[in-house]
């Protein structure tokens, strides 16, 4: 299989270098799937846009943690594992949470049944099990929040995309794998 190797701010457009420089000065770095995405300037721009963008929609900082959690674990991408992870105990989660999220669970009825409907919209490729969806209007989910999880559903999958495609070294510290962290 090919290797891609992480791009470097010299060897990326112009568009792609202004984004680099702008996340080095928010983050003290440019993470590796974001100067991954920067091979395409219009892709980065249009991703930190969307994701931008949904710091406005319905769920606060900790329910989008749990998302992308959970969609990480289920596409298997070790990169966002670890990176929402750490922002998940950044925004309040202990690592049982973590743990239990990752497996699209949570002892907070509102919480579970995001992450379980979100879960369910990943393994069925949109078509979310009815009683996910249920769960998810009973928790007094509407319609415009349906479809603000099914867009960080979209975009923590492209991102896990990526990283899987491209395998870059994860700069963020591991997460235990899930089967180690459940037999723990």
Known sequence: MRTFNVPTRDEVSV???????????KLGMVPNLYASIGYSGNALASYLTFQDAQAQGTFNAKQREAVNLVVSQVN??????AAHTTLGKMNGFTEEETI??????????K???????????VENRGRASE???????????DQAALVDLIALVASKTLANYVHNLFDFAIDFPEAQPLEEAINA
């Open 15 to 25: 568009e792609s270098q202004q984004l680099f420089d702008a996340l080095e000065k």
């Open 76 to 81: 298997g991408c070790t990169y966002c594992q």
């Open 100 to 109: 239990a999220l990752r497996q699209g669970r949570s002892s907070d009825a």
């Open 111 to 121: 919480l579970n049944a995001i992450v379980g409907l979100a879960k369910s919209l």
């Open 131 to 141: 009683d996910k969806v249920e769960e998810f209007l009973a928790q007094g989910y």
